[in-house]
């Protein structure tokens, strides 16, 4: 099936620094990619669409300044966690959708984000 | 956005055939069912989609009836490797030409010797 990495998998960052997660479609171009955010044995929590080429569009109370969302090219999109802050950390999962498969989505592998 | 409901969680022995249902009632005539498992620390992973009737793959099937207003994920003889969380899905299509997937609290699978 379709394969979509993240990078990094984990991330410690101190209070006050910014971190980039990458999320890529190997296989297969996605105009289309998402964000979610997932707390310890809790269902995922979707906070943004990410679109090519224009701005993504982030669900309510999803701090879009806080949050920045970049899908530049067809196979990447990056979400960008500012000022983190320890109640960031999470466990963030991007997913792509493949138009040419019956619009299946496929889900990363997850970034585990601590912010110390 | 279709809402789903699926029970929270469900216990089952390995080799049993394990069936979980779910229930999305406002489904729209453009929306797909898709279910995935995940495992912890794992992004979800694809099990199965279907649109109507019934879907088969090498590792599950799917039931839909006709009025698509429930689903039901079948697992034959499952193993302890099984125990997961599973989701069903139904895309929200918001007429731009994908699908976004609203998660629902899943269902918690355990799988016992």
């Known amino acids: 099936g379709a394969v979509v990495s993240q990078h990094p998998s984990r991330v410690i960052c101190k209070s006050g620094t910014s971190v980039k997660i990458e999320c890529r479609s190997l296989d297969f171009q996605a105009t289309t990619m998402f964000w979610y955010r997932q707390f310890p044995k809790k269902s995922l929590m979707l906070m943004a669409t990410?679109?090519?080429?224009?701005?993504?569009?982030?669900e309510q109370g999803v701090e879009k300044d806080k949050f920045l969302i970049n899908h530049a090219s067809l196979t990447l999109s990056t979400l960008t966690v500012t000022s983190a802050h320890p109640e960031d950390s999470s466990f963030y999962i991007c997913s792509a959708e493949d138009s040419s498969s019956g619009n299946t989505i496929y889900f990363g592998e997850g970034s585990w984000l601590t912010v110390v | 956005l279709a809402k789903t409901t699926q029970p929270i969680s469900m216990d089952s022995y390995e080799g049993q055939e394990v069936n979980i249902t779910c229930s999305h009632n406002n489904i729209a005539t453009n929306d797909y069912i898709t279910w995935y498992q995940q495992f912890p620390s794992q992004g979800p992973r694809f099990i199965i989609q279907?649109?109507?009737t019934k879907v088969t793959n090498e590792v599950a099937s799917l039931f839909i009836p006709a009025d698509r207003k429930s689903s039901t994920l079948s697992l034959p003889r499952v193993s302890l490797s099984d125990t997961a969380v599973y989701y069903c899905l139904v895309g929200d299509n918001p007429g731009q030409g994908f699908q976004k997937l609203v998660f629902g609290t899943g269902t918690r699978l355990l799988v016992s010797p």
């Open positions: 990410s679109n090519e080429g224009s701005k993504a569009t982030y």
């Open positions: 279907g649109y109507k």
